[in-house]
């Protein structure tokens, strides 16, 4: 346990120097190389404030309007949609704003509208894929399951009914042997 | 954490009334998948990617400017396409997951109380100071793929000294959450009750779910932008801002001879390459041509994660420095005809300058060197980003 402390501490310490060697150079050493802090600071925390207070909670809204009409396997297809599909919008998004705006040529060549809808398109099959596989699978279990309770239910009522024409021989022995003692007991009596 | 407590500041235990609404009312996030199992390990997959990148882009920053204890070397040929087309899929893999990692644990941007203690403000500053510096890279990482600079900072320090302090505040975040990330990665509390691992709600996306709708968005992202840099993934290629094939000759080009300003003096007629040494000499571009001709296939590769292999044909950059008597080991400085710009002249240590396969290249899959691609005569050296392949040379020093 005090290897882990110590470990924990050194980890977080090296966190601290590099932090601050960072910060240092950044705002200080090398500010000459970096560029106006202000700037920097400005997109910094424009990302923070484009994720935490514009796209978070849109995500949350959404997912809260899907919460109410949807079940656990749309919800998954739509998770899938919303995270890949987000994904690949975003990494898509400069190639598709820079496209013919670069001097050089050979900077975004492709048709990045139509490729991103491809990527989308392919990524909406596969959600529906997963939905239908996954209301196959159900099916098929729910089948499955069915199918062996009826078996079961059979095997009890096939082990019933053999215990019942067990009971009922024997029954029906007990009866005869009784009969055999009566006319045994008359014999011996006749005789 | 409670340590060092705030004096005299009593904060209720939970917000009042007025503030029970929208993030901070009770319950207002109810997935089960904010917890620490799912935290771990996202966000251990997320550290891999920055790590990966982080290692990367200090070995890119080394590459460029080399400290005197950097062991640089020309061997593999592909070591920098390698290593810088890894830098550029862990930043785009990243996006994915820190979307992922930041849904996870967005509730806790609400925790109540906001805070307990000095140490405890700390930490949530930390916690900042990692998130905008993560988001910072990866977006100024993706705009600078494309070759877009809407802000006033230069891009190269900015992204290099932000991973830093960003790393930092992963490595201090690693620290104090580290008894939280082995029960989340054990699934098992230290001392007390297994964690839950059904979602505990009826109908709910389970965290198999989750991570598996993580790994197909990983997936995607990668497989639609790995193909500029592993050229047999090309056909899938529909999202990355280079196609390796596409430019003058078949390749991909990082500036223009317009931008750079020498569509003039490259054209020139009267064009030299003069090299300076204890013998120092001029040469035409006829004759250059006329010297002994070599070819070499080596990749560029660029600092934007784009590569491809070409066959570069020229003169040896070892019979140039033997021509001018340069001493063995000697360093050499190459000086383009562009006039401005970071590049303009280049430093060749003489790993490089040494190497038999680095060419002063006149010729591109067999035709004359296009003036985008450097004509009339370019570096083409193994290992080494593509800034510093120089184009468009019309002088190199013997130091």
Redesign the interface.
Known sequence: MRA?TAM??C??A??????????W??LWH?RA????PD??GK???G??I???AIL?PL??LA?AVV?RHT??RV??AL??FL??G???V???L??I??SGD?????????D?PR??T??LVV?AI?AVLSVAAGAGRDRYRRWRQEARLRAQAKAEAKAKAEAEAEAAKAKAQAQSDAQATIEEKGVAEDG | MGLVNLPRLRIPDKPPTWMRRGPLREGAFHSALHDERTASLVGTALGVAFATAFVTGLISHELQHPASWWPLTSRPVWFYRFTQGLHVASGLAAIPLLLAKLWTVYPRLFAWPPITSVLHALERLSIFVLISGAIFELITGLLNIVQWYPWRFSFTGTHYWLAWITVGALLLHIAVKAPAIARGLSNRAAEGPRIEIETGRRGAVSRRAMLTVTGIAVGAVTATTLGQSVTSLRSIDLLAPRDPTFGPQGVPINRTAAEAQVEATAMDPDWRLSVTGPRPYTLTLSELAALPQYTSNLPIACVEGWSVNAAWQGVRMVDLLERVGAPAGSQVRVVSLERSGAYATTLMPHVYAQDPLTLLALRLHGQPLSLDHGYPARIIAPARPGVLQTKWVSRIEVL
Do not use: E, K
């Open positions: 882990a924990r501490t980890v977080g090296v966190g601290v120097a590099m932090l601050g060697f960072g910060a150079n950044l090398q190389q970096v560029g106006p700037a920097v997109w910094l925390l990302g923070v484009l994720h935490d978070a995500v949350f997912c919460w079940g656990a919800r998954r998770a899938l995270l890949a987000g994904s690949l975003i990494i898509a400069p190639d704003l820079r670069n001097p050089n040529p050979t900077v975004t060549p492709l990045y490729n991103l491809i990527t990524l596969v």
